[in-house]
């Protein structure tokens, strides 16, 4: 089948909402909701789908009986093995993924169609046919619609497949295209080099598709090329994010076809570190600083990896755009339990939320003067080609999460990027809106018992946003506290 048959025989999804009234609220509700953020507009049922399925019925020799039991199948198990080169499962006809439901299952409902899309080819393809693994896919298809019949099974060119024969030849990449959109506030208090902000563009990360007529998107970024800082990401989280596919192999961090005359990967070793604290010291080097376990600087994900479903999309994550300086104490120690409890509390609440993951502020380290007085110094990993500092370490970490079906309601949570800071320092300088945390029964694991591992707090969305100053604005308006 070609695209447009599948942008055809989606339209017949619309008359499952007669046949499976709830079909729409469990596996389609955040497809349903405009995204306020950017602007989406929502699908909508197509308004003259009286006849379609009998009109479908009659151009396919393949009559299926919508009334029947759909096809169910697991996320993790009912599809090739995630390391394997997955195609793109997609709403037919739509920019969307297909959304499982929150116990990891995907509903397809008797009849209805599933588009299966490779950015080459399925690795199934031969100069013809092939009739390996029972399934007849022609040369150089990059789209495959399977209809499905019951259980796990569908139907495809005449013959009944299961969705984990199809794999594509090679993995699908991932894409990162700069939008020219403006994006952020020029900082305030805590950011120096405040003019550069004005240069932050937002990004767009995700898969094209059919000769980029479609757009798949994963995340987008507002990120200052020029400094090499990222202010946020912003990506969903929907309560199936729990069981998202395991065991996908981490690669390797991109450039994503940006950069070509700078070698982050080395700004972000350990000897550089060194090297740069050394001459923001003037020669010193404290060994306090750093040592060989977990005092040391990495590649802090915004958008986790463990915050999306597919393979593919877990791919997405793995750019230079996507990270910030990170300790590592940090890194594994609170932020990781900030992810893990935000993913908990969206999957038992129930919610589909936005969230935008970001940075704030320059980590500062302590000079002392012949005089004896401090004068404290912005740490940053590189210089550019003009000798002017780039990739600042941030003094701060955020989350912040929205209820996407009230925007109204959300919550931001805020993490201490600095294991030496004591918590003198950091009620003084880290804590930058009024903390809330004890106000909030789902924050009970909100301890900071170790300041090694990180000091973390919350906000109301709309005082972050008052005090970050670079995040969008309509943030400044959420007052309610997602409880």
Same mark, same amino acid.
């Given at each position: 089948?070609?695209?447009?048959?599948?942008?055809?025989?989606?339209?017949?999804?619309?008359?499952?909402?007669?046949?499976?009234?709830?079909?729409?609220?469990?596996?389609?509700?955040?497809?349903?909701?405009?995204?306020?953020?950017?602007?989406?507009?929502? /699908?909508?049922?197509?308004?003259?789908?009286?006849?379609?399925?009998?009109?479908?019925?009659?151009?396919?020799?393949?009559?299926?009986?919508?009334?029947?039991?759909?096809?169910?199948?697991?996320?993790?198990?009912?599809?090739?093995?995630?390391?394997?080169?997955?195609?793109?499962?997609?709403?037919?006809?739509?920019?969307?993924?297909?959304?499982?439901?929150?116990?990891?299952?995907?509903? /397809?409902?008797?009849?209805?169609?599933?588009?299966?899309?490779?950015?080459?080819?399925?690795?199934?393809?031969?100069?013809?046919?092939?009739?390996?693994?029972?399934?007849?896919?022609?040369?150089?298809?990059?789209?495959?619609?399977?209809?499905?019949?019951?259980?796990?099974?569908?139907?495809?060119?005449?013959?009944?497949?299961?969705?984990?024969?199809?794999?594509?030849?090679?993995?699908?990449?991932?894409?990162?295209?700069?939008?020219?959109?403006?994006?952020?506030?020029?900082?305030?208090?805590?950011?120096?080099?405040?003019?550069?902000?004005?240069?932050?563009?937002?990004?767009?990360?995700?898969?094209?598709?059919?000769?980029?007529?479609?757009?798949?998107?994963?995340?987008?970024?507002?990120?200052?090329?020029?400094?090499?800082?990222?202010?946020?990401?912003?990506?969903?989280?929907?309560?199936?994010?729990?069981?998202?596919? !395991?065991?996908?192999?981490?690669?390797?961090?991109?450039?994503?076809?940006?950069?070509?005359?700078?070698?982050?990967?080395?700004?972000?070793?350990?000897?550089?570190?060194?090297?740069?604290?050394?001459?923001?010291?003037?020669?010193?080097?404290?060994?306090?600083?750093?040592?060989? !376990?977990?005092?040391?600087?990495?590649?802090?994900?915004?958008?986790?990896?463990?915050?999306?479903?597919?393979?593919?999309?877990?791919?997405?994550?793995?750019?230079?755009?996507?990270?910030?300086?990170?300790?590592?104490?940090?890194?594994?120690?609170?932020?990781?339990?900030?992810?893990?409890?935000?993913?908990?509390?969206?999957?038992?609440?129930?919610?589909?939320?936005?969230?935008?993951?970001?940075?704030?502020?320059?980590?500062?380290?302590?000079?002392?003067?012949?005089?004896?007085?401090?004068?404290?110094?912005?740490?940053?990993?590189?210089?550019?080609?003009?000798?002017?500092?780039?990739?600042?370490?941030?003094?701060?970490?955020?989350?912040?999460?929205?209820?996407?079906?009230?925007?109204?309601?959300?919550?931001?949570?805020?993490?201490?990027?600095?294991?030496?800071?004591? /918590?003198?320092?950091?009620?003084?300088?880290?804590? /930058?809106?009024?903390?809330?945390?004890?106000?909030?029964?789902?924050?009970?694991?909100?301890?900071?018992?170790?300041?090694?591992?990180?000091?973390?707090?919350?906000?109301?969305?709309?005082?972050?946003?008052?005090?970050?100053?670079?995040?969008?604005?309509?943030?400044?308006?959420?007052?309610?506290?997602?409880?």
């Amino acid at each position: 089948m070609t695209y447009a048959c599948c942008a055809f025989i989606y339209k017949m999804l619309t008359t499952f909402v007669k046949v499976y009234p709830s079909f729409l609220t469990i596996s389609f509700a955040f497809l349903m909701q405009s995204n306020h953020a950017s602007g989406k507009v929502a /699908i909508k049922p197509a308004e003259d789908v009286g006849d379609l399925t009998e009109k479908i019925n009659n151009l396919n020799p393949e009559r299926v009986d919508v009334q029947g039991p759909p096809c169910l199948l697991d996320i993790r198990r009912d599809f090739p093995d995630v390391n394997e080169p997955q195609p793109l499962y997609l709403v037919p006809g739509t920019n969307q993924f297909w959304p499982p439901n929150e116990r990891g299952l995907l509903l /397809i409902p008797r009849g209805a169609t599933i588009e299966l899309y490779c950015s080459k080819e399925f690795s199934n393809a031969t100069k013809q046919y092939t009739e390996n693994n029972g399934i007849k896919v022609p040369q150089n298809s990059r789209t495959v619609c399977l209809r499905c019949l019951q259980d796990k099974m569908f139907l495809w060119q005449g013959e009944k497949h299961e969705l984990r024969q199809f794999v594509c030849t090679e993995h699908i990449r991932y894409e990162v295209e700069r939008t020219n959109e403006p994006c952020g506030m020029m900082p305030t208090s805590g950011m120096t080099n405040a003019a550069t902000s004005l240069s932050a563009r937002e990004y767009r990360v995700g898969f094209s598709a059919n000769h980029k007529e479609r757009f798949l998107e994963t995340m987008r970024i507002c990120y200052d090329e020029a400094l090499l800082r990222t202010y946020y990401v912003q990506h969903t989280l929907s309560p199936a994010i729990l069981h998202m596919q !395991k065991f996908v192999k981490r690669l390797s961090f991109s450039k994503a076809g940006y950069f070509d005359d700078l070698d982050i990967n080395y700004f972000y070793k350990r000897k550089n570190q060194h090297e740069r604290v050394a001459l923001l010291l003037k020669g010193e080097h404290p060994e306090y600083l750093f040592d060989n !376990k977990s005092l040391y600087l990495v590649r802090g994900h915004l958008a986790a990896k463990a915050d999306f479903i597919y393979a593919t999309q877990q791919h997405s994550t793995f750019h230079y755009f996507n990270v910030a300086p990170q300790w590592q104490v940090f890194n594994a120690g609170q932020w990781a339990n900030l992810e893990y409890h935000v993913r908990g509390f969206v999957a038992r609440s129930h919610l589909h939320v936005d969230c935008y993951t970001g940075t704030w502020g320059i980590l500062q380290l302590p000079i002392v003067r012949e005089t004896q007085a401090i004068e404290w110094q912005d740490f940053y990993l590189g210089v550019d080609k003009n000798n002017n500092q780039i990739l600042p370490v941030p003094k701060l970490f955020f989350r912040i999460i929205l209820d996407s079906s009230q925007p109204n309601r959300g919550i931001a949570l805020i993490g201490v990027n600095n294991p030496h800071a004591g /918590i003198r320092e950091v009620e003084e300088s880290y804590v /930058i809106c009024r903390d809330i945390r004890e106000e909030v029964p789902w924050l009970r694991w909100m301890r900071n018992e170790n300041l090694r591992k990180g000091y973390l707090y919350a906000c109301r969305v709309s005082e972050f946003a008052e005090a970050v100053r670079h995040l969008p604005h309509y943030l400044m308006n959420v007052t309610e506290v997602l409880q």
